[in-house]
T-cell receptor
Framework: GIQVEQSPPDLILQEGANSTLRCNFS?????LQWFHQNPWGQLINLFY???GTKQNGRLSATTVATERYSLLYISSSQTTDSGVYFC??????????FGTGTRLQVTL | EPEVTQTPSHQVTQMGQEVILRCVPI?????FYWYRQILGQKVEFLVS????????KSEIFDDQFSVERPDGSNFTLKIRSTKLEDSAMYFC????????????FGEGSWLTVV
């Protein structure tokens, strides 16, 4: 099956800093989504982005499908951005395969 | 924004008991899923369901598990004879179609087996 790797596994930022999270995948994808898992365990949809670039406030994402990677940018980070960020993809099947996540901690 | 809703949010059960987790997918969605996340680990696919039958399942989804759409709105996951290692967050998800469609997740049901 398709493999999804995320880096870095852990990231500590001071409030106000910017960061880039990376997602590499092993095969062509039909769907790529970024999620934020908050401290209560809820999975929050951030982006549906199988290709191209999207922006939503302080967050933006870019997927380069031909090179099999996606990037999530967080600018001017806030403590509420803390949590785990997951990238998930679908290949030929309909199921999402999740990466191992990036655990982000934003400190004051 | 439309929501997938799940109940219960948290359940504690004794080992060996049966558990039913309930989900109400988004109303015009056709594909339904259950995923599992053991504490501190990544989210794992369990099963997908379309047109009143299982379309795909993982190796985790053995005879202990079953899914059902008993009426036009609910989608359930039944876990028979629960084991300690079944303790996890269980997520229901739905999407309108394949390819080009966002998959929406519920808030999860946290199952603790004691």
């Amino acid at each position: 099956g398709i493999q999804v790797e995320q880096s870095p596994p852990d990231l500590i930022l001071q409030e106000g800093a910017n960061s880039t999270l990376r997602c590499n995948f092993s095969d062509s994808v039909n769907n790529l989504q970024w999620f934020h898992q908050n401290p209560w365990g809820q999975l929050i949809n951030l982006f549906y982005i199988p290709s191209g670039t999207k922006q939503n406030g302080r967050l933006s994402a870019t997927t380069v499908a031909t090179e099999r990677y996606s990037l999530l940018y967080i600018s001017s980070s806030q403590t509420t951005d803390s949590g785990v960020y997951f990238c998930a993809v679908t290949g030929t099947a309909s199921k999402l395969t999740f990466g191992t996540g990036t655990r982000l901690q934003v400190t004051l | 924004e439309p929501e997938v809703t799940q109940t219960p949010s948290h359940q504690v059960t004794q080992m060996g008991q049966e558990v039913i987790l309930r989900c109400v997918p988004i109303s015009n969605h056709l594909y339904f899923y259950w995923y599992r996340q053991i504490l501190g680990q990544k989210v794992e696919f369990l099963v997908s369901f379309y047109n009143n039958e299982i379309s795909e399942k993982s190796e985790i989804f053995d005879d202990q598990f079953s899914v059902e759409r008993p009426d036009g709105s609910n989608f359930t996951l039944k876990i028979r004879s629960t084991k300690l290692e079944d303790s996890a967050m269980y997520f229901c998800a739905s999407t309108r179609g394949l390819g080009g469609n966002t998959i929406y997740f519920g808030e999860g049901s946290w199952l603790t087996v004691v």
